[in-house]
């Protein structure tokens, strides 16, 4: 079993910044990758960035060159940093533990309960 928190949703104006947590704890050696998912109301939910053990990454392209993906081994923890928000950004933001393979994700039905991040105009 894998467990995820995340944090650090909240209020934010266009333009501002934003830094979620993804705290993974349990059998984490079965996890290669972890990823993090939005769904905005009435939205379908969408893969936003994936991290592998490897190092490798995956970003949607409409957060590239905005957010960054990353991770503290030491804290089993695995960050969203999302700067130059947009209200478009606007959605309730997911952890996910999967694989990322050949730059396709695979999520495993390991979820967080979500964060609510909110941009303003």
């Known amino acids: 079993q894998v467990q995820l928190v995340e944090s650090g949703g909240g209020l934010v104006q266009a333009g501002g910044s934003l830094r979620l947590a993804c705290a993974v704890s349990?059998?984490?050696?079965?996890?290669?990758?972890i990823g993090w998912y939005r769904q905005a109301p009435g939205k379908e939910r969408e893969l936003v960035a994936a991290?592998?053990?490897?190092?490798?990454?995956k970003y949607v392209d409409s957060v590239k060159g905005r957010f960054t993906i990353s991770r503290d081994n030491a804290k089993n923890t695995v960050y969203l940093q999302m700067n130059s928000l947009k209200p478009e950004d606007t959605a309730v933001y997911s952890c996910?533990?999967?694989?990322?393979?050949?730059?396709?994700?695979?999520?495993?039905?390991?979820w967080g309960q979500g964060t609510q991040v909110t941009v303003s105009s």
């Open positions: 996910n533990a999967g694989v990322l393979y050949s730059r396709s994700y695979f999520p495993y039905n390991y």
């Open positions: 991290l592998s053990n490897g190092g490798s990454t």
């Open positions: 349990g059998s984490t050696v079965s996890i290669d990758a």
